[in-house]
Nanobody, 125 residues
Framework: QVQLVESGGGLVQAGGSLRLSCAAS????????MGWFRQAPGKEREFVAA????????YYGNSAKGRFTISRDIAKNMVYLQMNSLQPEDTAVYYC??????????????????WGQGTQVTVSS
């Protein structure tokens, strides 16, 4: 079993920045990839960014390109999402997820085995 715990959410003004963290733990943590998704009220869960645990290749959704950066610290089993130039439309609950699947389709929620509880990000105008 893998546990994922997000932190770093909060309230920020438009144009500001936040850094989300995701701590992974479990008997043996071994992921193919880690992702960040977000879900706003009344909307479907949306892919934000993903990173391959081995190799560090990164992928971004259209809303994140050029503004968000995903990174990982293998030694600490941590994944981060640096979010810059935040806008009110970025307001959502942000979820960290872990995938152990051999075929890793990083932008699909079904690719992920484990999910965190989410952290709220609110961007005021």
């Amino acid at each position: 079993q893998v546990q994922l715990v997000e932190s770093g959410g909060g309230l920020v003004q438009a144009g500001g920045s936040l850094r989300l963290s995701c701590a992974a733990s479990g008997r043996t943590f071994s992921a193919v990839g880690m992702g960040w998704f977000r879900q706003a009220p009344g909307k479907e869960r949306e892919f934000v960014a993903a990173i391959r645990w081995s190799g560090g290749s990164t992928y971004y959704g259209n809303s994140a390109k050029g503004r968000f950066t995903i990174s990982r610290d293998i030694a600490k089993n941590m994944v981060y999402l640096q979010m810059n130039s935040l806008q009110p439309e970025d307001t959502a609950v942000y979820y960290c997820a872990s995938s152990g699947r051999v075929v890793y389709v990083y932008y699909q929620t079904s690719a992920y085995n484990y999910w965190g509880q989410g952290t709220q990000v609110t961007v005021s105008s």
